[in-house]
């Protein structure tokens, strides 16, 4: 009997890709909903400044407004109705390894395994 094999690890690295860019997207996405419920509101600027994308393989979360450094790294700073600083670091560190998981589960998706 004999046994033949192929290899597709060009196509298989290819969709590993894909669904890393896919499962870093999905995890980014999780990670800003879960900030925007700690980020400091006062008329909603500084939450609807918030971005989730992936660039070069890196997921990339963040508020974009002239102050999102200072509310989110100034301890001494008031926030109404359970918003406070560090408002991506907080989750960032509770939600770690379901946002491992969500990537993880992502390339396990586009690989068919």
């Known amino acids: 009997m004999a ?3 192929r290899w597709d690890g060009e196509q298989v690295s290819a969709a590993a890709r894909e669904g890393l860019e896919k499962g870093l997207f999905e995890a980014a996405e999780v990670l800003l909903a879960q900030a925007n419920a700690l980020v400091p509101i006062e008329e909603g600027t500084l939450q609807n400044s918030g971005t989730a994308e992936v660039r ?4 990339r979360v963040g508020f974009n407004t002239p102050y999102a450094l200072r509310q989110h790294e100034d301890l001494s700073l008031h926030h109404a109705n359970g918003r406070t600083a560090k408002y991506l670091e907080k989750p960032l560190n509770q939600f770690g390894p379901e946002l491992e998981a969500i990537a993880g589960a992502a390339i396990t ?5």
């Open 3 to 5: 046994l033949s094999m």
């Open 56 to 59: 070069d393989g890196k997921a």
């Open 109 to 113: 998706r586009r690989l068919g395994s």
